[in-house]
């Protein structure tokens, strides 16, 4: 069973700028959440998706947004990027009811913001 | 709301040695409670998981952890390290409840590094 992707890797943006992110969960798990991980402030929860719909938020400003697609792909979209958001954006997956709580993580994508 | 105190950002044993992890958690309802492990450049994974069953759980690569309620705790331990266990650990707690998936409250984690 594939795990969760995600892609880019690794990128770079200029200040100002938008980045959008993708994330393809295992298959069958119909919520994908999102974390960023900075040195300074551990991992964050930024969003989570159950069928196209955001069920939860965490407390990042409007300029983080983030959606869900028909076959539970996933994407976020940071816009006017700030030196501040240069960080490991984290993807993960589970299967959303009857729910443990148990998260299957990508491995990442490290935005780094010049 | 839920918080997770792993006491210790930086932790060093010996190859051979006892590898004691320490995580304490606050919830408001009965917790479920994990530990990943994070190797440089990527992503968590999961190492075990607590979720109202027997409160000692075992998990992979040896480890294992103690749920006890009375002190809040659910510390991660491995009777001898290797030097392969090199890597930052995670606490984490959610509330285990379908409003709340994917949600889960990690704390700062513990890097733990093995000597040979």
């Known amino acids: 069973k594939a795990g969760v992707t995600q892609t880019p890797r690794y990128l770079i943006k200029t200040r100002g700028q938008q980045v959008t992110l993708s994330c393809s969960p295992i298959?069958?798990?119909?919520?994908v959440s999102w974390y960023q991980q900075t040195p300074g402030q551990g991992l964050q929860f930024l969003f989570e998706y159950f069928s196209e719909t955001q069920r939860n938020k965490g407390n990042f400003p409007g300029r983080f947004s983030g959606r869900q697609f028909s076959n539970s792909r996933s994407e976020m979209n940071v816009s006017t990027l700030e030196l501040g958001d240069s960080a490991l954006y984290l993807c993960?997956?589970?299967?959303?009811?009857?729910?443990?709580?148990?998260?299957?993580f990508g491995e990442g994508s490290r935005l780094t913001v010049l | 709301a839920q918080s997770v105190t792993q006491l210790g950002s930086h932790v060093s044993v010996s190859e051979g040695a006892l590898v004691l992890l320490r995580c304490n958690y606050s919830?408001?309802?009965?917790?479920?409670l994990f530990w990943y492990v994070q190797y440089p450049n990527q992503g968590l994974q999961l190492l075990l998981k607590?979720?109202?069953?027997?409160?000692l759980v075992k998990g992979i690569n040896g480890f294992e952890a103690e749920f006890k309620k009375s002190e809040t705790s659910f510390h991660l331990t491995k009777p001898s390290a290797h030097m392969s266990d090199a890597a930052e650990y995670f606490c984490?707690?959610?509330?285990?409840?379908?409003?709340?998936?994917?949600?889960?409250?990690f704390g700062d984690g513990t890097t733990l590094t093995v000597k040979p």
């Open positions: 919830s408001s309802v009965p917790p479920y």
């Open positions: 607590y979720t109202s069953a027997a409160t």
């Open positions: 298959s069958g798990h119909r919520s």
């Open positions: 993960a997956s589970s299967i959303g009811t009857l729910n443990t709580g148990e998260l299957f």
């Open positions: 984490a707690v959610s509330e285990g409840s379908d409003t709340n998936a994917g949600k889960s409250t």
